[in-house]
């Protein structure tokens, strides 16, 4: 089945040790998303690339930053993680090309637990 | 800024309907979604509304009125697996052609026997 698969699902990792989270898709989507979770909270987008075009949040911390090595592929990395970047990672994808009625799609996510 | 509000917190009893609303004032409007999320998991895709008017799907129907920016999502004959949080989620113009989504805190939904 097509699909959005995020790698891997729990994350540990110590406070300022670099981490990446991984994402692939089958559905052959132009734009992917990724989002930040909190507890009780709205997912908050981050940052979201249309084919190699990226676009930042204005107020995502420049400790994230992402890569789009190729349509499939996305990877969050965020270089030194504080204890409030504890959260869940989202990945999404839409068609885009001004498909205005493509809902998103979503993996898994990832569970990040900094310690 | 972009501003997305739904009650926190719902219950309903099984068989029953609800209704649960969304209010949003954004700069720009390019549809609304509805979303499910059940704990731990990822959100997943419910209903779509572009112009006013109701879409039914089933179980569910969404409702959208531009003017008033207001949408509601409708859930009959309700089951105990519809205990979820429901969100609400307004796409802006983007960037050439994203179309992001910009979501409201959700609304946490119990069903009770």
């Known amino acids: 089945d097509a699909m959005v698969i995020q790698n891997p699902r729990y994350q540990v990792t110590q406070f300022g040790k670099p981490v990446t989270l991984s994402c692939s898709q089958t559905?052959?989507?132009?734009?992917m998303y990724w989002y930040q979770q909190k507890s009780s909270q709205a997912p908050k987008l981050l940052f979201h690339?249309?084919?190699?075009?990226?676009?930042n949040e204005a107020d995502t911390p420049d400790n994230f930053q992402s890569r789009r090595p190729n349509t499939s592929f996305c990877f969050l990395d965020i270089r030194s993680p504080g204890l409030g970047d504890a959260a869940m990672y989202l990945c999404?994808?839409?068609?885009?090309?001004?498909?205005?009625?493509?809902?998103?799609?979503f993996g898994n996510g990832t569970r990040l637990t900094v310690t | 800024g972009q501003n997305i509000d739904q009650p926190t917190e719902m219950t309903a009893t099984e068989g029953a309907i609800v209704q649960i609303n969304c209010t949003y004032q954004?700069?720009?409007?390019?549809?609304l979604f509805w979303y499910q999320q059940h704990a731990g998991e990822a959100p997943t895709f419910l209903s779509y509304?572009?112009?006013?008017g109701l879409e039914e799907k089933g179980r569910f129907s969404s409702f959208l009125s531009r003017s008033k920016g207001y949408s509601y999502l409708l859930l009959k004959e309700l089951q105990m697996k519809d205990s979820a949080s429901y969100l609400c989620?307004?796409?802006?113009?983007?960037?050439?052609?994203?179309?992001?989504?910009?979501f409201g805190q959700g609304t946490t939904l119990q069903v009770k026997p």
């Open positions: 690339y249309y084919d190699k075009d990226f676009n």
């Open positions: 954004t700069s720009g409007f390019n549809g």
């Open positions: 989620a307004v796409r802006l113009h983007g960037s050439g052609n994203t179309g992001k989504l910009i």
């Open positions: 999404a994808t839409s068609r885009g090309g001004g498909d205005r009625n493509s809902p998103l799609h």
């Open positions: 559905l052959n989507h132009n734009v």
């Open positions: 509304n572009v112009l006013d």
